[in-house]
Nanobody
Framework: QADLAESGGRLVQAGDSLRLSCAAS????????MGWFRQPPGKAREFVAA??????GADYADSVKGRFTIIRADHTLSLQMNSLKPEDTAVYYC?????????????????WGQGTQVTVAS
């Protein structure tokens, strides 16, 4: 089992950059596809980005495409967020996907971190 822990969330200003990290408790993380999701205040959890375990291919929600980059290196998952907007305010979660199901859906992920709060002030 891969236990996940996010870090890096904080209060920033619109236009700032921020990098979130996700650490796994063991190397099982390396064989999982990984994703970032977020949950804005009062809303459902939504897909942000995902990266394959084998090809390294990545995909992004339209709302973050061109501004966010998911990175997988040295057994750590990161989310580089540039040009942040107030609507990016949310709790951000990393998650591990071990097998079947679309990478876009929360139900397809097996393991989740506890989340880290990102607040973007206007």
């Amino acid at each position: 089992q891969a236990d996940l822990a996010e870090s890096g969330g904080r209060l920033v200003q619109a236009g700032d950059s921020l990098r979130l990290s996700c650490a796994a408790s063991d190397r099982a993380f390396d064989s999982y596809a990984m994703g970032w999701f977020r949950q804005p205040p009062g809303k459902a959890r939504e897909f942000v980005a995902a990266i394959s375990s084998w090809t390294g291919g990545a995909d992004y929600a339209d709302s973050v495409k061109g501004r966010f980059t998911i990175i997988r290196a040295d057994h750590t998952l990161s989310l580089q967020m540039n040009s942040l907007k107030p609507e990016d305010t949310a709790v951000y979660y990393c998650a591990a996907h071990s097998g079947s199901g679309s990478l876009y859906y929360t139900a397809s992920y097996d393991f989740w971190g506890q989340g880290t709060q990102v607040t973007v002030a206007s």
